[in-house]
């Protein structure tokens, strides 16, 4: 399944920085001190575990509710328990994809330095002393 927030998050990192995100992040992965890149991998990091997760609990929550499965004593925490969790990722991700969102709108890709044409200094001319 698709997931929207971060697709268009991975999609605006990938403009700003004008590489895809696999070079991204191996060039991130070069350096200890921490990035602008750094961070904005790491919240889309977090977005995509965050909207998997949701997507893993909504499937548990639909096993659990299905008409044909017998309900048990521990199937209404179990419902309960998939419905917090669902909550809890909806909650991580949208804030983190607000966040980043907020990062990437400040952010913009810098012009390539203009070639300057390579300019050669005109030709100094030596005159001879005066002869004596």
């Known amino acids: 399944m698709p997931y929207p927030v971060s697709e268009s998050i991975a999609e605006r990192i990938e403009n700003l920085y004008g590489r895809p995100r696999a070079d991204l992040q191996a060039h991130a992965a070069t350096t200890d001190r921490p990035t602008m890149l750094n961070a904005l991998l790491d ?45 809890e990722s909806v909650v991580i991700r949208d804030t983190q994809a607000q966040h980043a969102t907020a990062v990437l709108k400040s952010l913009h890709r810098a012009p390539a330095p203009a070639a300057t044409p390579v300019t050669q200094a005109p030709a100094t001319t030596t005159r001879a002393a005066p002869a004596r």
Not at 65 to 74: F, M, Q
């Open 43 to 87: 919240a889309l990091s977090t977005v995509e575990l965050a909207e998997k997760n949701i997507e893993f609990q909504r499937e548990r929550l639909l096993q659990l509710a299905d008409p044909s499965r017998d309900i048990g004593p521990a199937t209404p925490g179990h419902l309960l328990d998939c419905s917090r969790r669902i909550a």
